[in-house]
């Protein structure tokens, strides 16, 4: 009885494995991972931060984001990735009044002075929105 039971165990045990296995294989990717769908539109910011800057004609070098800390690192890798000089690293030190543009999550803009800032693009997928800062001439 006792040997069965161990066989019936055993044969259940390799089942869920085999099924987790196979679950596991068809998901995995080292391109993206479903639990990190907050930063699935990071990479089209990026882009769409660009084609903003291509467009308005901006040259300006050392443009800094001010990034809520959870975007940090996915923003340096795109930097890199996609060799843009003349923006620095993000850093995990929240937004502050240096940052020329500012990605967050559309419900934390309440924190922000939203008048200084205009809207350059919602991300619905994700709830997050980019921001340019309103450049003020000096008086």
Do not use: C
Not at 42 to 58: A, E, F, G, P, V
Not at 72 to 94: K, S
Not at 96 to 118: A, C, G, I, R, W
């Amino acid at each position: 009885m006792a040997g069965s039971y161990k066989t019936y165990a055993l044969v259940v045990v390799m089942a869920i494995a085999l099924a987790g296995s196979i679950g596991f294989g068809s998901n995995a990717s080292l391109r993206s991972y479903t639990e990190w769908g907050y930063d699935s539109e990071t990479k089209n910011m990026i882009q769409d931060l660009i084609s903003y800057r291509t467009q308005m004609n901006d040259k300006s070098v050392n443009v800094r984001i001010g990034v809520d800390w959870i975007f940090e690192p996915t923003i340096n890798f795109y930097r890199d990735v996609n060799d843009l000089h003349w923006l620095q690293a993000a850093d995990r030190e929240g937004i502050s009044e240096q940052h020329q543009y500012v990605y967050t999550f559309e419900n934390l803009t309440d924190s922000l002075e939203t008048s200084k800032y205009e809207i350059i693009k919602k991300y619905q997928s994700t709830n997050t929105v980019l921001m340019r800062k309103i450049m003020v001439p000096n008086q």
